[in-house]
């Protein structure tokens, strides 16, 4: 596991675009596309307000570029709350990424509908033997929650499905979620959190004693890829020492 520690989230948003930039480059030497997972919530919009601004869009070969989603509040795309809704106004809608290579989660179908539909298009995208992102983007809830796995929760523990829909009751809403074995196989995994609220449970993820139930991040371990945090100074402010 690697941890950038930087000053704040502007400054973890430049080493995280970097990071992106250089990762592309690297794998499209052998590879002809590379796929990422975008991740909501409000962690990653400047990261993708950089990705959109002229120093990195005029670098990125976005043409060869697939997008996914970790996961997805089950509200419609209009709504505020949508992580693909955010994705679209800070980033996609500002690059030239082919529309069909972006994979949204589809809340205009029921949920199980929806989690069907998500799990063939991963079907179709990589064949049966199951997904290998190039690199999935996550964030961290101040609950220690990642993707939409949750604390207490019983999708912390899917190992069959690849995706699923459930109704997270403390929400009141249905959440779509790719699971944590799937996101396991990808090559590089990259966290960001920002924030004093997110310092302790950064602690407890990090370094404290192994409870998924209680800290649902600490089950993103690659099993061949590598694992990275970019954080905030707050964030690591609990942390007995940057790594
Ligand atoms: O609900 C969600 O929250 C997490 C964390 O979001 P943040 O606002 O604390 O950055 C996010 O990673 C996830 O995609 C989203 O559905």
Same mark, same amino acid.
């Given at each position: 596991?690697?941890? =950038?520690?930087?000053?704040? %989230?502007?400054?973890?948003?430049?080493?995280?675009?970097?990071?992106?930039?250089?990762?592309?480059?690297?794998?499209?030497? %052998?590879?002809? #596309?590379? %796929?990422?997972?975008?991740?909501?919530?409000?962690?990653?919009?400047?990261?993708?307000?950089?990705?959109?601004? @002229?120093?990195? #869009?005029?670098?990125?070969?976005?043409?060869?570029? =697939?997008?996914?989603?970790?996961? @997805?509040?089950?509200?419609?795309?209009?709504?505020?709350?949508?992580?693909?809704?955010?994705?679209?106004?800070?980033?996609?809608?500002?690059?030239?990424?082919? #529309?069909? =290579?972006?994979?949204?989660?589809?809340?205009?179908?029921?949920?199980?509908?929806?989690? @069907?539909?998500?799990?063939?298009?991963?079907?179709?995208?990589?064949?049966?033997?199951?997904?290998?992102?190039?690199?999935?983007?996550?964030?961290?809830?101040?609950?220690?929650? %990642?993707?939409?796995?949750?604390?207490?929760?019983?999708?912390?523990?899917?190992?069959?499905?690849?995706?699923?829909?459930?109704?997270?009751?403390?929400?009141?809403?249905? #959440?779509?979620?790719?699971?944590?074995?799937?996101?396991?196989?990808?090559?590089?995994?990259?966290?960001?959190?920002?924030?004093?609220?997110?310092?302790?449970?950064?602690?407890?993820?990090?370094?404290?004693?192994?409870?998924?139930?209680?800290?649902?991040?600490?089950?993103?371990?690659?099993?061949?890829?590598?694992?990275?945090?970019?954080?905030?100074?707050?964030?690591?402010?609990?942390?007995?020492?940057?790594?």
């Amino acid at each position: 596991m690697k941890m =950038h520690v930087a000053a704040d %989230t502007a400054a973890l948003s430049r080493e995280l675009a970097d990071f992106i930039q250089q990762d592309i480059a690297e794998v499209l030497k %052998t590879k002809d #596309r590379y %796929t990422l997972v975008l991740s909501g919530g409000n962690t990653p919009k400047q990261l993708y307000q950089l990705l959109a601004s @002229e120093a990195y #869009r005029n670098n990125i070969p976005w043409e060869k570029l =697939h997008f996914f989603w970790g996961d @997805e509040r089950f509200v419609p795309f209009e709504d505020s709350r949508n992580n693909a809704k955010m994705a679209f106004e800070e980033l996609l809608d500002k690059v030239p990424a082919s #529309r069909d =290579h972006i994979h949204v989660m589809d809340t205009s179908l029921n949920p199980e509908a929806s989690s @069907e539909q998500y799990t063939e298009a991963l079907s179709a995208y990589f064949g049966n033997e199951g997904a290998t992102f190039d690199l999935v983007l996550l964030g961290m809830g101040d609950d220690g929650h %990642t993707l939409s796995l949750f604390p207490g929760t019983a999708v912390v523990h899917e190992n069959e499905k690849w995706v699923t829909a459930f109704y997270l009751d403390a929400q009141s809403m249905y #959440r779509i979620t790719l699971t944590a074995p799937v996101v396991n196989r990808a090559s590089k995994v990259a966290f960001m959190a920002a924030g004093k609220n997110k310092a302790e449970v950064l602690k407890q993820v990090v370094n404290g004693d192994r409870n998924v139930d209680l800290y649902p991040s600490q089950i993103i371990k690659p099993e061949n890829g590598e694992l990275h945090w970019f954080v905030d100074g707050d964030a690591a402010s609990a942390l007995a020492s940057a790594q």
